[in-house]
């Protein structure tokens, strides 16, 4: 497998984005794509043109740097960026300008990249997770979970190939019509579906993609990245507080098992995200049957 590049979506926060690219130096990663989404307005073009200035500025690696003309937001940036990344490469991994990990997990990433490539059950790797979510006693390997990941992730251009065959309600209808209850992985899920286009998501249509599909994604035994963006210039993770992590350990040993979703996984997250979903599954529903 060739180098993997790292797929790197920023926009607005330049002290965000310097601590990732500290990060990302340290990690040795060797190519990076870089999209800059363009500013809303006047209140946000500084920030925009501070982004951009440390971007080009990168002088310890390969940069593919795509500025946008316009502000697409993350969902849309998100899902142009990573399409036109896997129609070039066999397997990525995709970071945003709020993440920050420790030595070590890019190299873990890729080598997990490297050992599930030809294993079309696991469809993306990560190497976040949160003491809520992570099953007990799994000692220092990695397990499989049925719900995927948004927070420094892998994927292969052949788990991505389908993703924009139909939006995230249709892969929840896909998800359904497999066997799988409303609130399966969390309440949260039915929720964020119907508001996909309203607010710019992305995903939870990858979620959905993995619950569709049945598909697995490699999460470690304990997280190598925190998010550092749950603040007033947060975008779409504001609302996430409660996930902050303890302190990052090193990154765990490499050994892959072969995979298969851990039991535990459905209720942790079902339990991380409890409550109200029959409700928002009638909304869902009605949504899947209108014309």
Known sequence: MNAIPVVLFAYARPEHLRRVLGCLRENAVPLIYAFA?????????????????????????????????????????????????????????????????????????????????????????????????????????????ARAESWVWGAWARSWRRMNEGNALTKARRAIERGLPAGAYGADLPAMARDEERKNLWAVRWIYHHLACGGLCLRPPWSMVEHIGFDRSATNAAAALGWDNPPLRPAPPVAWPALREHPDCRRLWEAAYPGGWRRLWLRLRARLNSP
């Open 37 to 145: 989404d363009g500013a809303k307005g006047r209140n946000d073009a500084s920030a925009v043109a501070a982004t951009r200035a440390l971007l080009r500025g990168i002088d310890w690696t390969e940069v593919r740097f795509v500025e946008r003309p316009e502000n697409l937001g993350l969902g849309r940036n998100v899902l142009a960026g990573v399409t036109e990344v896997a129609a070039q490469h066999e397997a990525f991994v995709v970071w945003e300008d709020d993440l920050v990990c420790v030595p070590g997990t890019y190299a873990w990433l890729c080598a997990a990249l490297a050992h599930y490539a030809g294993d079309e059950h696991v469809m993306s790797v990560t190497a976040w997770t949160h003491p809520r979510v992570t099953p007990a006693g799994i000692g220092t390997e990695p397990y499989g979970d």
